[in-house]
């Protein structure tokens, strides 16, 4: 799934093609892709895009009247549509600017979760889906993710996904994130403290600034196997820092990769859900 430095590049390449163009036609393609019945999307049009902002993994396209809310999901992508095919592939929703462009939502498998709400300007960080957001990953401070390790016990590599407690970290960062503060993914944030939080914090501008000048880098969203990283999806091989091999714990979504030697004293994690892991 896109996290905050795919999200946040794409955004900015958005808007430098798109800002000023004013809409002429929003439409859902699929009919679970408008999560939203009021207010309606003909409100912005004739507005122009003031621009394409972030807020944890979702887009925001910013209309003077309303805004739209838009989450990617696991293969959603948000594109040019040079064709604009009245059946496109894996179409859900496209918006028609009034100078003949136009940008489709586009999600690839089944599932099909991607979605759009459309939110008055004023009320985006207010309405669903945002208002249950925690803080954004880049602007919390150690002290406010003290507290908020505090209020919420669980495994640290929970923590770093779960949007309600810190916005826009998903299972790749998570993972990064975990190794460059040298912590368990499994560590109980109740315990971390300050201590810990500033080491968190500083390993998430670290990989989220890695994986920023990466993604600005390119004219496209890359694909998981592209980002940068030292130990997602790397199970097997040396880590970079200690030369230990890296190691991964496997659920049936996603899978925790981790060093022993870096993060858990040289321990190996159990590599089943009912193991007791090293806390």
């Given at each position: 799934m896109p996290e905050l430095p795919e999200v946040q590049a794409h955004a900015e390449r958005l808007t430098d093609a798109y800002r000023g163009d004013a809409l002429a036609?929003?439409?859902?393609?699929?009919?679970?892709?408008?999560?939203?019945?009021?207010?309606?999307?003909?409100?912005?049009?004739?507005?122009?895009?003031?621009?394409?902002?972030?807020?944890?993994?979702?887009?925001?396209?910013?209309f003077a009247p309303l805004t739209f809310v838009v989450h990617l999901m696991q293969g959603g992508r948000l594109k040019d549509d040079e064709k604009q095919s009245p059946r496109p592939?894996?179409?859900?929703?496209?918006?028609?600017?009034?100078?003949?462009?136009?940008?489709?939502?586009?999600?690839?498998?089944?599932?099909?979760?991607?979605?759009?709400?459309?939110?008055?300007?004023?009320?985006?960080?207010?309405?669903?889906?945002?208002?249950?957001?925690?803080?954004?990953?880049?602007?919390?401070?150690?002290?406010?993710?003290?507290?908020?390790?505090?209020?919420?016990?669980?495994?640290?590599?929970?923590?770093?996904?779960?949007?309600?407690?810190?916005?826009?970290?998903?299972?790749?960062?998570?993972?990064?994130?975990?190794?460059?503060?040298?912590?368990?993914?499994?560590?109980?944030?109740?315990?971390?403290?300050?201590?810990?939080?500033?080491?968190?914090?500083?390993?998430?501008?670290?990989?989220?600034d890695e994986g920023l000048e990466f993604e600005r880098g390119r004219s496209d969203m890359s694909s998981s196997a592209d980002r940068p990283g030292r130990v997602h999806k790397r199970t097997g091989e040396p880590c970079p820092v200690c030369g230990d091999t890296i190691r991964e714990v496997q659920y049936s979504s996603y899978t925790v990769s981790y060093c022993p030697t870096c993060q858990t004293g040289g321990k190996v994690l159990a590599d089943n859900t009912t193991s007791r892991f090293l806390k």
């Open positions: 036609r929003f439409q859902p393609i699929t009919f679970t892709a408008l999560k939203t019945a009021v207010p309606a999307p003909d409100g912005a049009y004739g507005h122009p895009l003031e621009g394409i902002g972030r807020r944890g993994k979702y887009l925001l396209m910013e592939r894996g179409g859900q929703a496209r918006w028609r600017f009034e100078d003949g462009r136009a940008l489709l939502l586009t999600e690839a498998g089944t599932e099909r979760r991607a979605g759009v709400w459309c939110v008055p300007a004023g009320e985006k960080l207010t309405s669903p889906p945002l208002v249950a957001l925690g803080p954004e990953a880049m602007e919390v401070t150690p002290a406010e993710l003290a507290a908020r390790f505090a209020e919420h016990p669980m495994r640290l590599h929970t923590f770093l996904r779960n949007q309600r407690c810190i916005a826009g970290i998903g299972r790749r960062l998570a993972n990064e994130i975990c190794h460059r503060a040298k912590l368990s993914p499994f560590a109980a944030t109740a315990k971390l403290g300050l201590d810990g939080a500033e080491k968190v914090v500083a390993a998430i501008h670290d990989a989220v």
